[in-house]
């Protein structure tokens, strides 16, 4: 189970537990995951979370975003 990063809610910090279900191709056999349209493979945040911490850079350094967003 993955958990990932998403947008506080009333100021407190909010982790998503996601459990990718995992898949064999009937092919090749080969495994993949569940894919979801809120999270990329292999990230640990959502993309909502992504495009906040990308317009506070814009308007603010890097320093103090990473402070406000631990």
Known sequence: MQQTVDLNLMGRAVFLKVN???FKCA???KPFSETFTFLGQQR???DRFAAMIVEQVIHRDLHNVGQQND
């Open 20 to 22: 990718r279900h995992q």
């Open 27 to 29: 092919p090749c056999g």
């Open 44 to 46: 640990k945040q959502t």
